[in-house]
């Protein structure tokens, strides 16, 4: 539409207006200001009355708070009765230990040669009484270490046994 038609269009629309307000009489509105007067008064004395019941209704919780805390408070806390024992025992406490020491390995005393506190230059092996002692009871011939004998003795004594095993002194395998 061009601009000729639309404002013919908003004239059209407008002068109908215009005549219809010089038409209201006075009388008319009068009473319209009347009933809106009243809607306004309606409206006004509604809020007023939610702000007046907001405050009452704060007040009466006011006023019931304070009596009901402390029943719940009293009825919440039940006594508690505690009973001592007659006989309590005491217990001792157990003396400090010693700080612990790390494991040492300790062997057992060093073993001196019998051989050579003697000082033995031969060893016989005809004296079987002597050499028993360094064979176990199925015949086998005891290390340096349990026996205790240095290493050149230990050479003799292993020869004398198997000296005396062969002149059949001492058995081969334990009987």
């Given at each position: 539409?061009?601009e000729e ?6 004239e059209e ?102 051989f050579c ?59």
């Amino acid at each position: 539409m061009s601009e000729e038609l639309k404002k013919e269009v908003a004239e059209e629309v407008k002068a109908p207006v215009k005549e219809v307000k010089a038409e209201v009489k006075p009388e008319v509105k009068a009473e319209i200001k009347a009933e809106v007067k009243a809607e306004i008064k309606a409206e006004v004395k509604a809020e007023i009355k939610a702000e007046i019941k907001a405050e009452v209704k704060a007040e009466i919780k006011a006023e019931i708070k304070p009596e009901v805390k402390p029943e719940i408070k009293t009825e919440v806390k039940p006594e508690i009765k505690t009973v001592a024992r007659p006989e309590a025992k005491k217990f001792e406490r157990r003396p400090e230990r010693k700080p612990y020491k790390k494991f040492q390995r300790r062997g057992p005393r060093r073993k001196v040669c019998f051989f050579c506190q003697d000082k033995v230059e031969n060893i016989d092996y005809k004296d079987v009484a002597k050499l028993k002692k360094y064979v176990t009871e199925k015949g086998k011939i005891l290390p340096r270490r349990q026996t205790g004998t240095c290493a050149k003795h230990q050479r003799d004594v292993s020869n004398a046994i198997k000296k005396s095993r062969i002149a059949a002194m001492m058995p081969f395998a334990g009987e």
